[in-house]
Nanobody, 115 residues
Framework: QVQLVESGGGLVQPGGSLRLSCVAP????????MGWYRQAPGQQRELVAT???????NYADSVKGRFTISRDNVKNTVYLQMNSLKFDDTAVYYC?????????WGQGTQVTVSS
Protein backbone atom coordinates (compact mmCIF):
# COMPACT_ATOMS: atom_id res chain seq x y z
CA GLN A 1 0.00 0.00 0.00
CA VAL A 2 1.40 3.33 -1.12
CA GLN A 3 -0.19 6.50 0.14
CA LEU A 4 -0.48 9.22 -2.47
CA VAL A 5 -1.45 12.69 -1.35
CA GLU A 6 -3.31 14.79 -3.89
CA SER A 7 -4.18 18.45 -3.87
CA GLY A 8 -5.12 21.28 -6.18
CA GLY A 9 -8.65 20.44 -7.20
CA GLY A 10 -11.44 22.94 -7.08
CA LEU A 11 -13.94 24.96 -9.02
CA VAL A 12 -12.78 26.80 -12.11
CA GLN A 13 -14.45 28.59 -14.98
CA PRO A 14 -14.23 27.32 -18.55
CA GLY A 15 -10.96 28.40 -20.09
CA GLY A 16 -9.31 28.60 -16.71
CA SER A 17 -6.42 26.67 -15.25
CA LEU A 18 -5.64 24.44 -12.31
CA ARG A 19 -2.56 22.59 -11.21
CA LEU A 20 -2.93 19.28 -9.43
CA SER A 21 -0.19 17.89 -7.22
CA CYS A 22 0.51 14.36 -6.04
CA VAL A 23 3.15 13.58 -3.45
CA ALA A 24 4.41 10.01 -3.36
CA PRO A 25 6.59 8.23 -0.81
CA UNK A 26 10.23 8.73 -1.63
CA UNK A 27 10.97 5.00 -1.49
CA UNK A 28 8.88 4.26 -4.56
CA UNK A 29 8.73 7.52 -6.42
CA UNK A 30 11.97 7.86 -8.31
CA UNK A 31 11.80 4.70 -10.43
CA UNK A 32 8.05 4.55 -10.78
CA UNK A 33 5.83 5.58 -13.63
CA MET A 34 3.25 8.01 -12.30
CA GLY A 35 -0.01 9.08 -13.80
CA TRP A 36 -3.23 10.97 -13.57
CA TYR A 37 -6.60 9.43 -14.26
CA ARG A 38 -10.08 10.83 -13.99
CA GLN A 39 -13.60 9.60 -13.52
CA ALA A 40 -16.66 11.63 -14.38
CA PRO A 41 -20.09 10.79 -12.94
CA GLY A 42 -21.49 7.72 -14.62
CA GLN A 43 -18.28 7.14 -16.55
CA GLN A 44 -15.39 4.74 -16.35
CA ARG A 45 -12.06 5.85 -15.00
CA GLU A 46 -9.86 6.96 -17.87
CA LEU A 47 -6.25 7.80 -18.48
CA VAL A 48 -5.32 11.46 -18.54
CA ALA A 49 -1.54 11.39 -18.61
CA THR A 50 1.45 9.36 -17.49
CA UNK A 51 5.09 10.13 -16.94
CA UNK A 52 7.91 7.62 -16.62
CA UNK A 53 10.83 7.84 -14.26
CA UNK A 54 12.85 9.12 -17.19
CA UNK A 55 10.38 11.87 -17.95
CA UNK A 56 8.66 10.42 -20.99
CA UNK A 57 5.04 11.52 -21.14
CA ASN A 58 1.85 10.18 -22.61
CA TYR A 59 -1.50 11.93 -22.90
CA ALA A 60 -5.05 11.09 -23.71
CA ASP A 61 -6.10 12.62 -27.01
CA SER A 62 -8.74 14.68 -25.24
CA VAL A 63 -6.17 16.63 -23.24
CA LYS A 64 -3.24 16.89 -25.63
CA GLY A 65 -2.10 20.46 -26.02
CA ARG A 66 -3.97 21.56 -22.91
CA PHE A 67 -2.60 19.47 -20.04
CA THR A 68 1.00 18.95 -19.03
CA ILE A 69 2.25 16.29 -16.66
CA SER A 70 5.58 16.81 -14.96
CA ARG A 71 7.52 15.56 -11.98
CA ASP A 72 9.79 17.15 -9.42
CA ASN A 73 12.15 14.47 -8.20
CA VAL A 74 13.37 16.58 -5.31
CA LYS A 75 9.89 16.99 -3.88
CA ASN A 76 8.67 13.53 -4.97
CA THR A 77 5.75 15.27 -6.59
CA VAL A 78 3.89 14.79 -9.84
CA TYR A 79 1.98 17.71 -11.28
CA LEU A 80 -0.81 18.03 -13.76
CA GLN A 81 -1.06 21.51 -15.19
CA MET A 82 -4.49 21.91 -16.73
CA ASN A 83 -5.10 24.82 -19.05
CA SER A 84 -8.02 25.79 -21.25
CA LEU A 85 -10.35 23.75 -19.10
CA LYS A 86 -13.64 22.59 -20.55
CA PHE A 87 -16.91 21.37 -19.06
CA ASP A 88 -15.96 17.84 -20.09
CA ASP A 89 -12.90 17.99 -17.85
CA THR A 90 -15.14 17.89 -14.80
CA ALA A 91 -14.27 14.73 -12.90
CA VAL A 92 -12.58 13.30 -9.88
CA TYR A 93 -8.88 13.17 -10.67
CA TYR A 94 -6.78 10.37 -9.24
CA CYS A 95 -3.05 10.10 -8.88
CA UNK A 96 -1.59 6.73 -9.74
CA UNK A 97 1.65 4.91 -9.09
CA UNK A 98 2.31 1.91 -11.29
CA UNK A 99 3.89 -0.50 -8.88
CA UNK A 100 5.01 -4.04 -9.59
CA UNK A 101 2.41 -5.29 -7.13
CA UNK A 102 -0.32 -3.37 -8.91
CA UNK A 103 -1.54 0.18 -9.24
CA UNK A 104 -1.75 2.42 -6.22
CA TRP A 105 -4.31 5.21 -6.15
CA GLY A 106 -4.78 8.44 -4.30
CA GLN A 107 -8.07 9.44 -2.74
CA GLY A 108 -8.94 11.70 -5.65
CA THR A 109 -9.46 15.41 -5.95
CA GLN A 110 -12.55 16.97 -7.47
CA VAL A 111 -12.18 19.25 -10.46
CA THR A 112 -15.31 21.09 -11.47
CA VAL A 113 -15.42 23.29 -14.53
CA SER A 114 -18.46 25.50 -14.41
CA SER A 115 -19.52 28.97 -15.43
Amino acid sequence: QVQLVESGGGLVQPGGSLRLSCVAPERIYRLTTMGWYRQAPGQQRELVATITSGGRTNYADSVKGRFTISRDNVKNTVYLQMNSLKFDDTAVYYCNAMLLSGPSWGQGTQVTVSS
